[in-house]
């Protein structure tokens, strides 16, 4: 599946990546909805085995995450993205923190950031 319109970003599913500290959230946030632990455990495995999951722990992203303290007070979004930042991709989130310093973010970094709406395509919604 290919999301494309013109001035948006273009996925392919194989471009997907994401941070390794996105799946302790969503195993967290699982576990404080109740949901079934052996949905969460598959969820993780299929998360996994789809997409590239990048540790959170390298030292580029360590180093960049620092840096996001001044502009944001959640460490993990820090962390993702900083994820974003080293390994030159696109961010998709739905973070309200994120968005409302995402002009900032381009301009240090040249981090483009959209939430989902962003990437759908007119015929699409």
Same mark, same amino acid.
Request: hydrophobic share 45%; glycine share 2%.
């Given at each position: 599946?290919?999301?494309?319109?013109?001035?948006?970003?273009?996925i392919s599913f194989g471009d997907i990546k994401l941070s390794l500290i996105s *799946?302790?959230? *969503?195993?967290? !946030?699982?576990? !404080? &909805?109740? /949901?079934?632990?052996? *949905? /969460?455990?598959?969820?993780?495995?299929?998360?996994?085995?789809?997409?590239?999951?990048?540790?959170?722990?390298?030292?580029?992203?360590?180093?960049?995450?620092?840096? &996001?303290?001044?502009? &944001?007070?959640?460490?993990?979004?820090?962390? /993702?993205?900083?994820?974003?930042?080293?390994?030159?991709?696109? *961010?998709?989130?739905?973070?309200?923190d994120i968005h409302a310093i995402k002009s900032r973010l381009k301009k240090k970094?040249?981090? !483009?950031?959209?939430?989902?709406?962003? &990437?759908?395509?007119?015929?699409?919604?």
């Amino acid at each position: 599946m290919k999301f494309i319109d013109e001035n948006k970003a273009a996925i392919s599913f194989g471009d997907i990546k994401l941070s390794l500290i996105s *799946l302790f959230e *969503l195993q967290a !946030k699982a576990t !404080k &909805l109740s /949901i079934n632990i052996n *949905l /969460i455990i598959e969820g993780i495995n299929v998360i996994k085995n789809a997409f590239e999951v990048i540790p959170f722990y390298e030292p580029d992203i360590i180093k960049i995450a620092h840096e &996001l303290r001044k502009y &944001l007070t959640d460490y993990i979004d820090c962390i /993702i993205i900083a994820t974003a930042i080293t390994n030159d991709k696109e *961010l998709a989130t739905e973070d309200r923190d994120i968005h409302a310093i995402k002009s900032r973010l381009k301009k240090k970094y040249r981090v !483009k950031i959209y939430s989902f709406n962003d &990437l759908i395509s007119e015929s699409d919604k």
